[in-house]
């Protein structure tokens, strides 16, 4: 019954390619299936079941164009690219079953395709994929298997109420015959076929290869079930498996079944379908481990595929905030890798009673009494979890739907007799698309047609309606007895029509929904799930998903202030914005994800992030570092290349100009996707704020080309650490001041560009490896005084002191110079070093040729220079108007006890030009000298101090390995004053000169 080719009349005598894949491939077909008993109550309805199922969801070989069947239906059926290996994709037809996408067969051509679906390309389809029939295992062999075991179960219950197994309802029949009509695969005879019975029975837990074994065994199948109880043992009477009291037995612990992570497609949907109602235990067996038997659904497709992407399928449990939470440290999806816990009974100790002898003189104290508590009583198995009293919007106020959820740890067969009732009038469930809820997931419900919610495929159907003033919604079981109830006759107890149609969601999953506290106004859309009209709307809701979590951060905030709160966290960004004069407050511990690679959010009002003791993360959606399974989920709509988290998974936050924002105690993680700023190029940045940023006790890694760009903004950073690959901070125009950063990465000229505005730095800090240097490009200084300070290295790229303001250079700073760049000096410089702690400027890579620097350029003023080394400047850009190392025009320098070295060749040290310079104690020179000295060399000259007009005075100062020392130009027929005090023009102040001086005859 479970083989297509069986239900649709298609005879293959050696069985179809359906049938072929699964004998070939049983061991790696059923490997990570789940799996988990189906009731049955007779073998008729069994059959119609699992042929039903197989009927109108799958083809087989020779059915595809057959007239005679309706179904697979052609309006539900979406045409599809995937990629098969070595980069090649075909087009595939995709059927949705139980709500998860379905391989249904394959075109034989990758080449003209068709666009829409018809006889043409039905015919190009087959079956006989291994893609294609990979997915109907995952569909069929759970349903096979699962009513398998319930047909054993079955027998056991008729065996223990000492039937006879030919009274048993259907035709008689032996086990494997009966199993082999389910399977189809003639294979129920072998033991493989056995032991996924077994675990589906609860008989024995699910491991994988490798994993420590089962210490203690439970009971085996009956003989003829399992015939193989022992060499040369045939039995065909049924055992009654023998009762175990848990209560008076110590088992050891088992050892946790290891199964090996999943790796599929996005889904967004709860669950593969498993038929059946809520399964007894099982007499004499050991109580199935539910974690081990809980169904998982099968990877889905996401509705994309394109070579070398690999996603992970989205599997929504309850989350730990709805009450209805899995065990502790369960993974949320139960795959391939994942440890899956186990529970062990407690053994029960009862006193032995001692009597005390009546000639005993001891007193003997009265008997204490402990008190002890009524426990709890369970949860209902399933229970109304949301209702959506007021439709999707506006246009779609009659689109109602309600949310069912299986608190239990069976599946749950809602076609047995289950009912919904709305103020004492039956639900008219007309269609079941998905007849079965598994544990612990939610069910749809959905009001006229599968199109009330879009997105999101519905589990049933029903006509009826809700009225929006208040009605009592009663859930009955098979034998009538109501086990929930929402008693809104008086009103809804929350959710509202207009304007936000938000559905009234249950906050804890096990308490009662009678009480209004119990219920909440949905607070934000989920990822998918949108109104049935032209352009959608997202539903205010959380269809399918948890009540918590997961609100998708999307279009313009409504509230004038909105918090973000751990109970909802994580929340899921797309393009978010907050309006001016709006604002927006993260509290502590909350978890921001991506769900898309457009993921921003814009500010133009007011965000305050943090502030407490537990971090607020940004962060991919691909992130599973979290400890939390509630935070590990991956739900996003993009298709990646790698794996894990990476740079650039998302965009970032955008601070807009007039906004503010205050971030504190903040992570933010793998932002950096390109954007598109009004008018300007592609951009790679974690934040880019236009305004007012404070960012505090945060990190901030692998977020883009620069992590924090700032643009005519404000920022102050303290405390904070950066990690990426090329700079942690760009900021043009912008009042920039940091106090605690520590860098680790970065570019080769460091993690900090500052363009315009002079900053403020105090404590950074670098990782060895790190350039560590702050870049400052194109700065002016603005403020009557400015300290380069010791502690910062700077890295000068053309910098401006501006009139009237003087820029300072502590004792001990460190200050590099770019290829080229010139220190232009308006207002004055006062770079003063001491003997113990001179100043540094120097070029930036000394080790690679052609990258010395350009010049400190004099306009004006009186600058200083004192106990400062010099060197490697003098390289100077065409047409500049500058022409030494030091220039100074109509300006006075004083240069004390300090040194200028090799200055580029030919060029000039110092060049004045009606400046006055003053050098004392003081040295210009280059360690050699490259160039012959006239008259036999040609100009230009390596010269230590050139001057025209004005005048120098020279103290006490060294020359050497220059082709002139003293280069004198007339200016309006005469040369400059020159002053020689301390020292004369002998060889012991002009070593290795060609010429003192130049004209000959001078002073």
């Known amino acids: 019954m479970a083989v297509p080719a069986h239900t649709r009349d298609d005879i293959h005598p050696l069985g179809d390619s359906f049938e072929q894949f699964v004998k070939k491939n049983w061991a790696s077909a059923t490997k990570n299936l789940r799996y988990g008993m189906i009731s049955v109550s007779d073998l008729d309805s069994a059959f119609d079941s699992v042929a039903n199922y197989s009927n109108n969801n799958f083809y087989s070989d020779d059915t595809i164009e057959n007239k005679k069947y309706q179904n697979p239906d ?462 959608p709307k997202p539903i205010m809701g959380s269809p399918k998903r948890p009540n918590f979590g997961y609100i998708v951060l999307t279009g313009t905030q409504a509230q004038t202030t909105r918090t973000l709160t751990t109970d909802n966290s994580p929340y899921l960004l797309w393009s978010y914005t907050i309006p001016a004069g709006f604002t927006l407050n993260i509290n502590p511990g909350v978890v921001i994800k991506s769900y898309t690679q457009s993921a921003v959010m814009i500010v133009d009002g007011t965000l305050n992030v943090g502030g407490g003791d537990n971090k607020v993360i940004f962060t991919s959606g691909k992130d599973q570092s979290f400890t939390s399974p509630d935070l590990n989920l991956i739900d996003i709509n993009y298709l990646w290349t790698t794996p894990g988290p990476a740079e650039k998974d998302w965009q970032g936050l955008w601070f807009k100009p007039g906004s503010q924002g205050n971030i504190a105690n903040t992570e933010i993680r793998y932002a950096g996707k390109e954007f598109y700023p009004t008018g300007g190029p592609a951009m790679s940045q974690g934040i880019r704020a236009e305004s007012g940023l404070s960012l505090s006790n945060s990190t901030i890694a692998n977020s883009g080309s620069a992590l924090i760009f700032l643009q005519n903004a404000s920022s102050t950073i303290t405390n904070t650490n950066f990690t990426g690959s090329d700079l942690a901070i760009e900021a043009n125009n912008s009042r920039l001041t940091i106090n605690g950063a520590h860098f680790t990465g970065f570019g080769s000229q460091g993690p900090l560009q500052i363009k315009d505005a002079w900053p403020e730095f105090s404590n950074l800090t670098y990782t060895t490896g790190t350039v560590p240097y702050a870049r400052l490009y194109m700065v002016k200084t603005s403020a009557p005084q400015t300290t380069a300070k010791k502690e910062i290295n700077y890295l000068f790229d053309n910098i401006e002191v501006a009139s009237s303001t003087t820029l300072n250079i502590e004792p001990g700073a460190n200050v590099k110079m770019t290829n080229s760049s010139i220190l232009t000096v308006n207002g004055v410089l006062n770079a003063n070093g001491t003997p113990t702690d001179p100043v540094s400027i120097g070029q930036f890579t000394p080790a690679i040729p052609n990258t010395l620097w350009g010049s400190l350029y004099f306009t004006g003023n009186t600058s200083t220079i004192k106990y400062t080394n010099i060197s490697g400047g003098g390289h100077i850009p065409s047409g500049s108007g500058v022409f030494g190392a030091i220039t100074a025009q109509n300006a006075e320098v004083i240069i004390e006890n300090s040194a200028i070295k090799n200055t580029e060749q030919p060029g000039n040290a110092i060049q004045s030009a009606n400046a006055v310079i003053r050098i004392k104690n003081s040295e210009i020179s280059n360690d050699t000298k490259t160039r012959e000295d006239p008259p036999a060399g040609p100009s230009p000259y390596n010269i230590g101090v050139s001057i025209g007009g004005g005048s120098l005075h020279l103290d006490n100062t060294l020359f050497k390995n220059l082709n002139i020392g003293l280069q004198g130009t007339y200016i309006s027929g005469s040369l400059p004053q020159v002053e020689l005090v301390n020292m004369n023009t002998s060889t012991a102040y002009f070593q290795n000169v060609g010429r003192v001086m130049n004209p000959l005859v001078w002073f």
Request: hydrophobic share 30%; charged share 15%.
């Open 74 to 535: 052609l309006n539900h059926i979406i045409l599809k690219y995937v990629e098969v290996g070595n980069g090649i994709s075909y087009k595939f037809l995709v059927n949705s079953v139980g709500g998860q996408e379905s391989l249904l067969c394959r075109t034989n051509s990758n080449k003209n395709w068709l666009d829409t679906l018809g006889d043409d390309i039905l015919k190009e389809c087959k079956v006989g994929d291994d893609l294609v029939l990979t997915d109907y295992s995952r569909h069929l062999l759970p349903k096979a298997i699962g009513y398998s075991a319930g047909i054993i179960k079955l027998f056991f219950d008729q065996a223990k109420s000492d039937k006879e197994v030919g009274n048993l309802p259907g035709k008689r029949t032996s086990f494997s015959g009966y199993l082999d009509q389910f399977l189809g695969f003639a294979v129920s005879g072998a033991e493989k076929l056995y032991s996924v019975i077994k675990i589906a029975l609860g008989i024995e837990p699910a491991y994988s290869e490798g994993s420590a074994e089962i210490e203690e065994q439970a009971p085996s199948l009956p003989p003829e079930a399992g015939k193989h109880q022992g060499e040369g043992t045939t039995t065909t009477t049924p055992t009654t498996p023998t009762t175990t009291n848990v209560a008076q037995t110590t088992t050891k612990p088992k050892p946790p079944a290891t199964i090996k992570k999943a790796v599929g497609r996005k889904t967004g949907a709860s669950g593969a379908p498993v038929a059946g109602s809520i399964v007894p235990d099982l007499v004499g067996a050991v109580e199935p481990n539910a974690s081990t038997l809980a169904p998982q659904p099968p990877a889905g497709d996401n509705g994309a595929s394109q070579e070398g992407t690999t996603t992970t399928p989205v599997y929504f449990p309850p989350s730990s905030r709805d009450g209805g939470a899995y065990p502790p440290n369960t993974p949320p999806l139960i795959g391939e890798g994942d440890v899956v816990p186990t529970t062990t009974p407690t053994p029960t100790t009862t006193p032995s009673s001692t009597t005390t002898p009546s000639s005993t003189t001891t007193p003997t104290p009265s008997p204490t009494t402990t008190p002890t508590s009524t426990p709890a009583l369970p949860p209902p198995p399933l229970v109304i979890s949301e209702i959506a009293w007021a439709g999707t919007s506006a246009a779609r106020s009659n689109n109602e739907w309600l949310e069912l959820y299986n608190n239990s740890t069976s599946s749950i067969d809602f076609t047995s007799g289950w009912k919904i009732f709305v103020s004492g009038a039956q639900l008219n469930i007309s269609n079941f698309v998905n007849p079965v809820i598994l544990p612990k997931t939610y069910y749809l419900l959905e009001r006229t047609d599968d199109f009330t919610v879009k997105e999101i495929s519905a589990d049933a159907i029903y006509t009826g309606a809700l009225n929006n003033n208040g009605a009592k919604v009663e859930l009955v079981n098979p034998s009538g007895e109501t086990i929930d109830t929402v008693d809104g006759s008086s009103g809804w107890f929350a959710g509202q029509a207009s304007p936000s149609y938000a559905s009234m969601e249950r906050k804890d999953l096990t308490a009662s929904g009678t009480s209004p506290g119990n219920w909440q106004s949905s607070i934000g859309g989920r990822a998918t799930g949108t109104s049935d009209e032209m352009p």
